[in-house]
């Protein structure tokens, strides 16, 4: 079993700042990439950021120069640093991790259970 426990979550004005954090823990092999991904009410998931085992980050356009994702590889944690937020970012915040688990040969995707991230104008 592996999980995926979010933190960091709020409501924060408009301009402000957040930082979300994810840790996963359990039968972990070896974590590729982790993500963040947010969905608004009525509206599909989309993806925010990712980044790769060595280090490559991918970002939406609309967090591009507003949002920084990094990860610590020792704690098994990613991070998704939210500045300059506006209303429009309000959304659940997921997490996302691909992993190999111990003795198989695929690769699989969990999710965290969720964090509310909400900007006031």
């Known amino acids: 079993q592996v999980q995926l426990v979010e933190s960091g979550g709020g409501l924060v004005q408009a301009g402000g700042s957040l930082r979300l954090s994810c840790a996963a823990s359990?039968?972990?092999?070896?974590?590729?990439?982790m993500g963040w991904y947010r969905q608004a009410p009525g509206k599909q998931r989309d993806l925010v950021a990712t980044?790769?085992?060595?280090?490559?980050?991918n970002y939406a356009d609309s967090a591009k120069g507003r949002f920084t994702i990094y990860r610590d590889n020792a704690k098994n944690t990613v991070y998704l640093q939210m500045n300059s937020l506006k209303p429009e970012d309000t959304a659940v915040y997921y997490c996302?991790?691909?992993?190999?688990?111990?003795?198989?040969?695929?690769?699989?995707?969990?999710w965290g259970q969720g964090t509310q991230v909400t900007v006031s104008s």
């Open positions: 996302n991790a691909n992993i190999r688990p111990p003795f198989r040969s695929r690769d699989y995707d969990y």
């Open positions: 980044i790769t085992d060595g280090g490559s980050t």
């Open positions: 359990g039968n972990i092999g070896s974590i590729n990439s």
